[in-house]
């Protein structure tokens, strides 16, 4: 897994990876947690626009990935 993503795409993909490896009981929630943690600090002016999610990554994650990676964000803002 790479940090930084240039490419929405790509970045999108590795995102929907991750929320299906804790969805299929692969990875923890606190390894979710962490990785996505390292992802949106790298990459958060292309995941979040305007504080939401991006259009183009909220098609690929879905509304389940959409609503884990909010959950995992607010919890790192407060």
Excluded at 6 to 29: E, I, S
Excluded at 37 to 46: G, S, V, Y
């Amino acid at each position: 897994m790479r940090k930084v993503y240039k490419d929405p795409k790509a970045l999108a993909a590795c995102l929907k990876d991750l929320v299906d490896f804790y969805l299929d009981g692969v990875m923890t929630y606190e390894k979710l947690e962490e990785k996505l943690n390292i992802l949106i600090n790298a990459n958060e002016d292309r995941i979040y626009k305007d504080g939401n999610l991006s259009l183009r990554i909220s098609n690929i994650v879905g509304s389940s990935g959409v609503d884990l990676i909010n959950k995992v964000f607010s919890e790192r803002q407060s």
